[in-house]
């Protein structure tokens, strides 16, 4: 940071940066409102609304009828029309009630319209498992998303990273899936791990997408994730640093679109690649890390490991669900295993 | 400036009215020791019953002392940190 | 008029599962007090309890055998313990235990008892198309075993409740929905979400009878439901139920219910279904000690699954790869064919 930067002292919740960014775009533009199931009283499930509706009423902070196919396109309906809904999708597992407007309208309309039509939208939506809700409730989807062209795919793990990828998500003409994972947000009766709450501007800004961001840097092992597990790389590679294993630790941040040349960058320098992923392990994130190494840095690669869900549902109790996901202490095995 | 001119981040103003429980705990500091904080700004958050609640700054200045640190518990009256005012 | 024998099968139900959501929401709570966090304690995840509605499981579930199907939402204790499901095995699959019904994969909003033919599903409306299924299976096979399923008032605006209506109707299928309106989905009352005060208005659009009951009163649930089940076994079609019940405790455990008005809170608890039927098996001259001893015997069946399922242990981390599929990856083979077929590079 140079001097003459304002050094910021104020730290906020994941989930109040990106509420910030939310109520800042809605003062400076009327046409942006938020739709959702419990957005308005409730302030979102997970928080994702929280304090929005006594500022801007029930008009623009819609509760809707649980009806995910009419308001999801109710929303790439408006936004064709030119408006900028914000529409949240309470848990990321509600998707297939309302795959078609998802994937085939939201997604494709721009390049079906031969670029004439476009849908500046934002589908916001809840992820993650770690508190036992079992197979309906925990996925994170990441990999089905990204898989499917046509949309920008935002997973924030930080407070100030959520705020300024949400100002983008919201100018953006595109539509953009941003996925909050709930364990982050700070929600009361759900702990955040120590981590996403970071100090956070209260100017607006732009977090560009497709610009990972090496939450820590290292010289001996590339660690790439995203989300929740951004915060276990971080504390694995703690662990691993009293064994005197450097490990680096690249935020993916946006899956679509996705800064390969970061990964690669790191992975030039350390030779060793660990992808952790809380999608399915199979035709998911990690291998298309992967992939991206192999293409384009075979000759750099000494080594290589994932760490994901395995391809099962995610099971509900807490042994089992434990067993599932990825751990710290899973991280630190698979960096060892590469040494 | 003495210790007694500081100013305690106090709860009662903001006890959530529905709730009967006389104890809260403590869900997320904002700022840290040390940093200046202006009045009316969300300083921390506590839950009471499930339910949430704002603690706003009392007044400009430095948050001197957290008293009542992330996760911990307190009592309706109690002080939760001190505010040195500017 | 019901047989007392018939109330006071459905009085018992309904004791147990009013007793059953109240020591689960005290078990529920270990661990989760003065800081409510979600993933503590013996029970985890979210736990939505049904204390007010069990007039509308006992009503309907009263006329099923064990060989007809129900399936169930996310709140469906009361339902699961209405249709006969083992008590002792779901509360084991609630506290995650190895000998839980779904060896604890799949948890309170997951139960499965193929034995009464029982499921439910976690994602809104969707198990109305299953039950529409087994109403399809039971027509196909000439059996007079009929399907219900239950939803919210909620679920009555999602695609999946509308197309299994129609479904349902243009098949003439063995299916009642019964709709269980508690006035709150989550935090939106009724009158935000949909422009209909009766959710039973929507089977006129699919041609089929639809009918409210407009109190949560067993034995009015139960004659209505005499007709609609007698409708379905008698191979006349569907019918669209709704019946009037209360949220006693929030959407899930932990839900501060801050949105919803202290008046509403209070005449859901005041409106008790089990008083009612008390009153009426009274009335009937039924004596207090007999009412004592069925209120006894079903707290008691409740004490004692919970200690069951305590003393169980949990699942082994390795068991939560197993179940994957019915059978192997391969399929029933794992063996290529053998032919020698024409035009082949062989």
């Known amino acids: ?339 | 400036m003495s210790a007694d001119s500081r100013v305690p981040v106090a709860v009662d103003d903001i006890w959530p009215e529905a709730a009967d429980a006389d104890e809260g705990v403590v869900i997320n500091w904002f700022a840290r020791e040390g940093t200046r904080v202006s009045a009316g700004d969300p300083l921390c958050e506590i839950q009471v019953e499930k339910a949430d609640a704002d603690v706003p700054a009392p007044v400009d200045g430095t948050l001197a002392e957290i008293v009542c640190a992330e996760d911990d518990e307190f009592e309706r009256g109690d002080t939760l940190g001190w505010i040195a005012p500017v | 008029m019901v047989a007392i024998s018939e109330l006071q099968e459905m009085y018992t139900d309904m004791v147990t599962a009013r007793h059953y959501e109240e020591r689960l929401q005290e078990e529920y709570l270990e661990g989760k007090q003065p800081a409510f966090d979600i993933s503590a304690g013996p029970i985890p995840g979210e736990l939505h309890l049904a204390a007010g509605q069990e007039a509308a499981a006992v009503g309907v579930c009263q006329h099923l055998r064990d060989d007809d199907t129900v399936t169930a939402p996310h709140r469906p204790h009361h339902v699961a313990i209405a249709k006969g499901v083992d008590l002792k095995r779901m509360t084991a699959e609630i506290f995650g235990r190895e000998s839980g019904l779904c060896r604890g994969k799949g948890g309170h909003m997951h139960l499965f008892d193929p034995d009464v033919n029982f499921a439910c599903s976690g994602i809104i409306a969707e198990g109305c198309p299953p039950a529409a299924g087994a109403g399809l299976a039971a027509q196909k096979r000439n059996s007079d075993s009929v399907a219900v399923a239950y939803l919210g008032e909620g679920a009555i605006d999602q695609g999946g409740f509308f197309e299994s209506l129609n479904f349902a109707a243009v098949h003439d299928l063995p299916v009642v929905f019964v709709i269980e309106d508690n006035d709150w989905a989550i935090s939106m009352p009724k009158e935000r979400v949909t422009d209909v005060d009766d959710g039973s208005q929507r089977a006129a659009g699919f041609d089929m009878p639809g009918v409210r009951v407009d109190h949560d009163d067993a034995v009015a649930v139960y004659e209505a439901a005499e007709r609609a089940v007698g409708r379905a076994r008698d191979r006349n079609g569907p019918t669209l139920m709704e019946i009037q019940v209360h949220r006693r405790m929030g959407h899930f455990m932990g839900d501060p219910q801050t949105y919803r008005p202290e008046d509403d809170q209070t005449a859901a608890t005041e409106r008790d279904s089990i008083d009612r039927l008390e009153a009426d098996l009274r009335a009937r001259g039924v004596e207090d000690t007999t009412i004592k001893n069925l209120r006894d015997a079903a707290e008691d069946r409740v004490e004692e699954a919970i200690e069951w399922a305590k003393d169980q242990p949990e699942p082994d981390p390795e068991t939560a790869h197993e179940d994957m599929f019915a059978n192997p990856p391969s399929g029933v083979t794992d063996t290529d064919p053998e032919f020698d077929l024409m035009g082949g590079d062989d």
Do not use: C
């Open chain 1, 1 to 339: 940071m140079s001097e003459q930067q304002e050094v910021v002292e104020r730290e906020l919740t994941m989930s109040r940066g990106m509420v910030e960014a939310i109520a800042h775009e809605m003062r400076a533009n009327d046409e942006v409102f938020y739709m959702g199931e419990d957005v308005a009283d409730y302030g979102g499930i997970f928080d994702s609304t929280e304090g929005l509706l006594d500022e801007f009423g029930h008009d623009r902070i819609m509760d809707v009828p649980i009806s995910e196919t009419a308001y999801l396109g109710a929303a790439v309906g408006a936004a064709q029309e030119g408006m900028r809904p914000i529409a949240e999708l309470m848990f990321v597992d509600f998707f297939g009630v309302a795959m078609d407007q998802i994937y085939n309208q939201m997604a494709k309309n721009t390049y079906m319209s031969g670029g004439s039509v476009s849908v500046p939208m934002v589908l916001t939506t809840a992820v993650g498992g770690t508190y036992n809700d079992a197979a309906q409730h925990s996925q994170t989807l990441y990999g089905t998303f990204a898989h499917l062209p046509g949309m920008k795919v935002v997973v924030p793990s930080t407070a100030y990273d959520a705020k300024g990828l949400m100002h983008n998500a919201i100018r953006d003409d595109d539509p953009v899936v941003y996925m909050f994972h709930k364990r982050l947000m700070g929600i009361g009766w759900m702990p955040a791990p120590d981590g996403p709450k970071t100090p956070v501007p209260e100017t607006d800004y732009t977090i560009p997408f497709g610009s990972a961001d090496v939450k820590r840097e290292g010289a001996d092992v590339t660690i790439v994730t995203l989300g929740l597990h951004v915060h276990r790389a971080l504390d694995a590679a703690d662990s691993l640093a009293e064994d005197g294993i450097d490990a680096e630790v690249v935020d993916l941040r946006t899956l679509v679109p996705l800064d390969r040349e970061t990964i690669l960058e790191s992975v030039r320098k350390t030779g060793t690649l660990v992808v952790v992923d809380e999608d399915y392990r199979s035709y998911g994130v990690t291998g298309e890390v992967v992939a991206t190494v192999t293409d384009e840095a075979l000759a750099h690669l000494d080594a290589v490991e994932r760490v994901a869900m395995p391809d099962i549902p995610i099971p509900y109790a807490r042994p089992l669900e434990t067993e599932t996901q990825p751990q710290a202490a899973d991280i630190e095995a698979a960096v060892e295993r590469t040494q």
